[in-house]
């Protein structure tokens, strides 16, 4: 599986916007980027996903570079309860792809 | 309405025993997963069912044993506990796609071996 590389943390204030990134340089061509999030002591939950172009949806958008190589987990205002760890993880064609591949994923902290 | 659920949400029990978690998910998926996530909070693929046929089983002792009576429900038992068995466990369900479904985690039990 190709993959993923994250900043171990980040920071950010209250109803301000937040941009994660995600650096997968040997991503192929057929892979789907999928975020994830685990809020404290709970299960990881779905957030994103896109294969090339950006994506919206009513958590959070995707921005992904025209190479692929990396993309961005955008929120648009921050709340306290968006403080998790958010995992970038790549989805590959074949039987492997059943699977999630959890790496260390970023510690995004909201300030008040 | 819980989706995934997972009982129990705590088991605390001695090493040597055998324990079982049970997993349900009404959503009317095809998959079901276990993942493991330990105390560094590493999250890892342990099996994965597919309408109650083995399709995914990484490199796990074969203390664990995952059980699926029918599409809704994945259960793990494990025999001879052993203390790095301590962890969180999270049962997830999914509708497989190619590499696009969405997994929905239940919200994990905590077993602690002492």
């Known amino acids: 599986d190709a993959k993923t590389t994250q900043p171990n943390s980040m920071e950010s204030n209250e109803e301000e916007p937040v941009h994660l990134p995600c650096n997968h340089s040997?991503?192929?061509?057929?892979?789907?980027i999928h975020w994830y999030r685990q809020l404290p002591s709970q299960g990881p939950e779905y957030v994103i996903h896109?294969?090339?172009s950006n994506v919206n949806n009513r958590m959070a958008s995707l921005a992904i570079a025209e190479d692929r190589k990396s993309s961005t987990l955008i929120l648009h205002r921050a709340t306290l309860r968006d403080a998790a760890v958010y995992y970038c993880?790549?989805?590959?064609?074949?039987?492997?792809?059943?699977?999630?591949?959890f790496g260390k994923g970023t510690l995004l902290t909201v300030n008040p | 309405d819980t989706a995934v659920s997972q009982t129990p949400k705590y088991l605390v029990t001695q090493m040597g025993n055998d324990k079982s978690i049970k997993c349900e998910q009404n959503?009317?998926?095809?998959?079901m997963y276990w993942y493991k996530q330990d105390s560094k909070k590493f999250l890892k693929i342990m099996f994965s069912?597919?309408?109650?046929?083995?399709?995914i089983n990484e490199t796990v002792p074969n203390r664990f044993s995952p059980k699926s009576p029918d599409k809704a429900h994945l259960n793990l038992h494990i025999n001879s506990l052993e203390l790095g068995d301590s962890a969180v466990y999270f049962c997830?369900?999914?509708?497989?796609?190619?590499?696009?479904?969405?997994?929905?985690f239940g919200p994990g039990t905590r077993l602690t071996v002492l």
């Open positions: 069912y597919n309408n109650k046929e083995l399709i």
């Open positions: 997830a369900s999914s509708q497989l796609g190619d590499r696009t479904d969405t997994q929905y």
């Open positions: 959503l009317g998926h095809d998959t």
């Open positions: 993880i790549l989805r590959g064609s074949g039987g492997s792809n059943y699977k999630l591949t």
């Open positions: 040997t991503i192929s061509g057929t892979d789907y």
């Open positions: 896109g294969l090339t």
